[in-house]
């Protein structure tokens, strides 16, 4: 209400908006101004939304045949810094390893089920016996650690050497140790904590369904109090574990059907999810407004992308550093299909339990455990292609010029393999030639093998044509790409044909009775400038 004088202004208004996931490309903002004796005003500004873009991926088996004698159970999993994928198989009480060219080893466990036997110093770690390995996970240094639902023991590998983590003073005889319970997730830093959720100790010492940590002999209480809920420090069932960069752990809940986050300094939010409400809902959203039904692995990458495996509605999501969550995986059919194309196109059955793992290029390993398989998302080539010209064409021109430009999203996986370009033109319009830098073009296509990383585009290519004298208007030239590992797209571009009309007779008389001499200048245009 203070008085404002001429040619001043008030001190700006800081205006804070949310934008919604379903937002178009442009939205308008319009703010009014009214009173103070002055006349009514108003402005709009118009607002650019750009897309985020979301990874594609397409989807293949990478270890298993649908029988329990390739995989029997597959719980968790965990990759190396070298491609190198671990999988905790329940069924068969063993640790496999996966290598980046499919080669399956066992590394740990030396036979079916029964109770985690006392191990000595220095045995190997095929030597072990495991009872129903659920959790794996590998730190920096390629240390992997185990943990299951039998035996109260998780250990630590280096060099094919099994330690008990809990025991670092017996290294192996477990009396003199906490009963770590049964353990359904496990992962490590790089600064030698290794966090492990528990569902149950018989050390009446140790709480039930908690997450704790464990470094140089001492075990501390990260989350969970004893109480089972959803609420005020609880924790319903804690499964699948996972830490960013920050230091931030991720604990997959799925009683609670949300992903907990608790921060170095202890503070516990909800990362996905709403706490006690199970269902599927939210995606291009919020994460916290979304609903999950039985999460139960968790992952980060690189980048800081949070990943899911969303149990009982078999599907695997995706939260971005944005917080926003997406479907990547699965249809919401549970069962086994879609191998070689769109992940979302595909039929998962995660079963009870089920881990998941980020790993280099991108690429998301996951145990599809009733589907007795390990499967993988690579991410997809997402190529786009634009085609445009300058001005009208006129029937009849020759040498006419169109720009087709092949692009990749950043966020996209690289191309791979051949990428072909494919011109389809109407009728109107005759093709005499195709080219751009490095492209190898013959008929009406072009292409090329060269990897296109994601984030950008490849040389332009000329397409050059001729227009018909009987072209009619308009004329819709189409182009297409396929190949490099892309999903494939396409795209039109309307083209004016200006047709030249004939000049029509013009009868003109003087005035009549003027008896004067009068100079006519008549000018002509055809519509295209001429």
Known sequence: SDSLAADASYPAIAVTVNVAGTAPSQVTNVVGVSGGGSANDSASDVT?????????????????DGTNTTLN???????????NIYVAEQGSGLIKEVSPSGVVTVVAGGGPGGQFEPIATNMAATGAQLSNPDAVAVDSSGNYYVGGLGGNVLFRVTGGIVHVVDCPQADGLGSACPAAGQIT???????????????????????????????????????????VGCTGGEIGLPRGLALDGAGNLYIADSDCAVVWKVTPSGTITIAAGTAGIPGFSGDGGPATNATLNQPNGVAVDATGNLYITDNANCLIRQVNTAGIIHTIAGNGQCGYSGDGGPATNAALELGPSSGIAAGPGGKIYFSDSANYRVRQ??????????????????????????????????GAGPTNGTVTVTEILPS??????????????????????????????????????????????????????????????????????????????????????????????FHYSDGAGA
Do not use: E
Not at 52 to 63: D, E, G, H, K
Not at 393 to 409: H, L, M
């Open 48 to 64: 650019t939304i750009v897309a985020q873009y979301n990874t594609q991926y397409i989807i293949t088996t990478l270890v298993g």
């Open 73 to 83: 159970g597959p719980k968790g999993v965990a990759v190396d810094t070298a491609g």
């Open 428 to 521: 109107g319009l005759t093709l005499v030639s195709m080219a751009g830098q490095g492209w190898t073009c013959g008929g009406t296509s072009c292409s090329r093998n060269d990897a296109l990383a994601g984030g950008s585009s490849y040389p332009a290519i000329t397409v050059t044509v001729n227009v018909a004298g009987n072209a009619t208007s308009p004329q819709v030239n189409a182009v297409s790409v396929s190949g490099g590992g892309s999903l494939g797209a396409n795209t039109t571009d309307t083209t004016t044909i200006v047709i030249n009309q004939p000049p029509q007779a013009v009868s003109v008389s003087p005035p009549s009775g003027s008896g004067l001499q009068q100079t006519f200048t």
């Open 185 to 227: 997730g496990v992962v490590a830093d790089n600064a030698g904590n290794v966090y492990y959720s528990s569902l149950g100790s018989p050390d009446p010492a140790l709480y039930s369904r908690a997450v704790y940590a464990y470094k140089a002999g001492v075990l501390t209480l990260v989350a969970g109090n004893g109480t």
């Open 377 to 410: 998302l690579t991410p997809a080539t997402a190529l786009g292609i634009t085609k445009t010209h300058t001005g009208n064409f006129a029937p009849g021109q020759q040498g006419a010029t169109y720009t087709v430009t092949v692009s990749n999203p950043a």
